[in-house]
C-alpha cells in the first residue's frame, strides 16, 4: 500500500503546474510562467476551462528559436505526455498521433515499417503539434512542400472546449490559420499524416564544394527536380570572387536496388554526447569563425557521388550533440531567417556582403531552395531562404538585422516566426499580407483572445 501511494503521489507531481523561466532554442528573453503538463484530453479541456492570467499557448520541445511558447505571466501547457499512436496504414502509408508525439519518436518507430516522416528540419526533436503551428519546411521545400502539405487533418481543442475535426477540403480557414498560426489557433490534440515510403535508412548524397554564390544558385536551380533533399551551408566570412561560397549537399532516398548487402531500416538514437554550460562568449569571435569555416570548406570533398549515409548524418547534424545551442556561450544567439522570392536573388548578395563587410561571427549558414507556400502565416514563397546564427554579443547586431530585414522587405520577402526573437511589429503586415484574413478566423474560434505568447504580443499578432 505503502508503494502504490507513492507511485500515485508521484504521478500527481508530475502533473502539477510550476512556475518556471522558458527561453527558446536561442536562449534569449526568458519569461517566466506557470506550465501545465496534462497527460490526457481530459485533463487540457479541465485546464483550459479554469482562468488564466495573461492567457495561454501551447509548448512542445522548446526547439523554436525565439518566443513563440513563451507567455510572460501567463500559463504554458506543456503538451509532450501526450504522444499516443492511435493508427497507422502500412496500404495508405498514413499514420494518426498524438500533437505531442516528437518526429524522433516517430522516426524511431515507423522507419523500421519503411515510413519517413515527410519533411523534417534541422532538427528531429520537435512534436508533430510544433511542426503544424510552425509550418515546418526541410530540405524537401522545393519538391514536397511543408509539414502543412502532408497533414490530411487533425484535431483542434479551441481556448472555449470545442473540439473541431479540421480538414482542408471541410475547414480550409481553420485548416490554413493553424498552419503557420504559431499555436494561436487553438491546441491540436492528434493529426493525421501523409509519409514518405522509404526501402532503407540510408540517404545517397552528393557533396560538392561551390567557389562563390552565383555558382552555387545556378547549381542549385539546374538540379531542381534531380534531387529530393537539397542544401547548401555557406561561408559568410569568405570575399571577393568567394562571396558566398559553400558546400552543397544534394540526396535522396537509397532503395533497395542500389544499396549493398541486405537493406536496413533503423530508426535513430538519441546522441550521448552534450555540450556543457561552460562556453565563454568572448571565444565566439571572428577569428575562430573564419577558422571553423575555413576548416569546414575544406575538409568536404571537391565532389563526392552517392555516398550513402544515415537518416540521421544526413538531417539532424544538430541532434548529434545534444545542448548544441550553449556553443554561442550564455548569453545565446540570434537565428535570422529570411526569404526572398525568385528573381531577387539580388538582395541574397547584398545580404552576404553585409555580413562579410563586417565580419559577423557566424559558423551555421544554410541555404535553401524552397516552392511554393501554404497557409495564411506560412513562411515559405517560391525562392531562396538563408538562415544565419549570429551570438547576441556580437556589437552592431540589431542595427545590422534591420538593415537586413529593409533589404528582405524590399525584396517581397519575410521573416520566420518560428526563429524570429526581434522583429519589429511594423513588418508584420507587408511581409505577411494575409494577416487580417489570419486575425478574422482566430478572432471567430478564440474571441476572447485567450490564447497568447510573448511573440503574439511584442509582434501584435492579433491585432489591437
Known amino acids: 500500500m505503502k508503494l502504490l501511494s507513492r507511485l500515485i503521489s508521484d504521478t500527481e507531481s508530475r502533473n502539477l503546474p510550476d512556475d518556471r523561466l522558458l527561453t527558446g532554442w536561442g536562449r534569449?528573453?526568458?519569461?517566466?510562467?506557470?506550465?501545465?503538463?496534462?497527460?490526457?484530453?481530459?485533463?487540457?479541456?479541465?485546464?483550459?476551462?479554469?482562468?488564466?492570467?495573461?492567457?495561454?499557448?501551447?509548448?512542445?520541445?522548446?526547439?523554436?528559436?525565439?518566443?513563440?511558447?513563451?507567455?510572460?505571466g501567463g500559463s504554458v501547457i506543456d503538451l509532450t505526455a501526450m504522444q499516443s499512436i492511435h493508427e497507422i496504414d502500412l496500404e495508405a502509408a498514413t499514420v494518426t498521433v498524438d500533437a505531442g508525439i516528437s518526429l524522433h519518436r516517430m522516426m524511431q518507430l515507423f522507419v523500421p515499417l519503411g515510413l519517413f516522416v515527410p519533411v523534417t528540419p534541422g532538427t528531429r526533436y520537435v512534436t508533430v503539434g510544433g511542426a503544424i503551428a510552425s509550418d515546418i519546411h526541410g530540405k524537401n521545400h522545393h519538391v514536397d512542400g511543408t509539414f502543412g502539405n502532408h497533414v490530411l487533418r487533425f484535431?483542434?481543442?479551441?481556448?472555449?472546449?470545442?473540439?473541431i475535426?479540421?480538414?482542408?477540403?471541410?475547414?480550409?480557414?481553420?485548416?490554413?490559420?493553424?498552419?503557420?498560426?504559431?499555436?494561436?489557433?487553438?491546441?491540436?490534440?492528434?493529426?493525421?499524416?501523409?509519409?514518405?515510403r522509404i526501402e532503407t535508412s540510408m540517404v545517397l548524397v552528393d557533396t560538392e564544394r561551390i567557389a562563390n554564390i552565383d555558382r552555387l544558385l545556378t547549381k542549385m536551380v539546374e538540379d531542381d527536380m534531380r534531387y529530393r533533399y537539397s542544401v547548401a551551408w555557406v561561408d559568410t566570412l569568405a570575399q571577393g570572387k568567394a562571396l558566398g561560397r559553400g558546400v552543397l549537399y544534394q540526396g535522396n532516398h537509397q532503395n533497395v536496388a542500389n544499396s549493398e548487402g541486405p537493406p536496413e531500416l533503423e530508426g535513430p538514437k538519441r546522441s550521448r554526447l552534450s555540450v556543457p554550460d561552460l562556453v565563454p562568449a568572448s571565444i565566439v569571435g571572428?577569428?575562430?569563425?573564419?577558422?571553423?569555416?575555413?576548416?569546414?570548406?575544406?575538409?568536404?570533398?571537391?565532389?563526392?557521388?552517392?555516398?550513402?549515409?544515415?537518416?540521421?548524418?544526413?538531417?539532424?547534424?544538430?541532434?548529434?550533440?545534444?545542448?548544441?545551442?550553449?556553443?554561442?556561450?550564455?548569453?545565446?544567439?540570434?537565428q535570422h531567417q529570411c526569404i526572398v522570392p525568385d528573381g531577387r536573388e539580388d538582395a541574397l548578395r547584398w545580404i552576404l556582403?553585409?555580413?562579410?563587410?563586417?565580419?559577423?561571427?557566424?559558423?551555421?549558414?544554410?541555404?535553401?531552395?524552397?516552392?511554393?507556400?501554404?497557409?495564411?502565416?506560412?513562411?515559405?514563397v517560391a525562392g531562396w531562404t538563408?538562415?544565419?546564427?549570429i551570438p547576441t554579443g556580437w556589437t552592431g547586431l540589431s542595427a545590422l538585422?534591420?538593415?537586413?530585414?529593409?533589404?528582405?522587405?524590399?525584396?517581397g520577402g519575410r521573416l520566420y516566426f518560428a526563429k524570429d526573437s526581434r522583429m519589429r511589429p511594423e513588418l508584420v503586415k507587408p511581409m505577411y499580407p494575409d494577416i487580417p484574413r489570419?486575425?478574422?478566423?482566430?478572432?471567430?474560434?478564440?474571441?476572447?483572445?485567450?490564447?497568447?505568447?510573448?511573440?503574439?504580443?511584442?509582434?501584435?499578432?492579433?491585432?489591437?
Not at 355 to 379: A, C, I
Request: proline fraction near 5%; hydrophobic fraction near 40%.
Open 28 to 72: 534569449t528573453a526568458p519569461s517566466r510562467a506557470t506550465v501545465y503538463h496534462p497527460s490526457s484530453i481530459d485533463e487540457l479541456a479541465s485546464i483550459i476551462r479554469e482562468p488564466h492570467r495573461r492567457g495561454l499557448i501551447a509548448r512542445g520541445l522548446g526547439r523554436s528559436y525565439g518566443d513563440p511558447a513563451q507567455n510572460a
Open 286 to 334: 571572428t577569428m575562430t569563425a573564419r577558422a571553423f569555416n575555413e576548416f569546414w570548406f575544406r575538409k568536404h570533398p571537391r565532389l563526392e557521388r552517392e555516398s550513402p549515409e544515415p537518416l540521421s548524418a544526413f538531417f539532424h547534424q544538430l541532434d548529434m550533440v545534444e545542448n548544441a545551442n550553449r556553443v554561442y556561450g550564455s548569453r545565446g544567439f540570434v
Open 401 to 411: 538585422l534591420d538593415t537586413i530585414d529593409e533589404i528582405v522587405l524590399d525584396a
Open 155 to 163: 484535431k483542434l481543442l479551441t481556448s472555449s472546449g470545442n473540439v
Open 165 to 196: 475535426d479540421v480538414e482542408r477540403t471541410s475547414q480550409p480557414d481553420l485548416f490554413d490559420a493553424t498552419c503557420g498560426g504559431m499555436g494561436l489557433t487553438g491546441f491540436i490534440l492528434t493529426a493525421t499524416i501523409r509519409m514518405i
Open 438 to 464: 489570419w486575425r478574422e478566423i482566430a478572432d471567430r474560434h478564440d474571441p476572447d483572445r485567450r490564447l497568447a505568447s510573448d511573440l503574439s504580443r511584442r509582434l501584435g499578432l492579433r491585432g489591437s
Open 353 to 380: 556582403e553585409l555580413l562579410s563587410r563586417d565580419r559577423v561571427p557566424t559558423y551555421l549558414v544554410v541555404l535553401k531552395r524552397m516552392g511554393e507556400g501554404n497557409g495564411l502565416l506560412s513562411f515559405p
Open 386 to 389: 538563408l538562415a544565419v546564427d
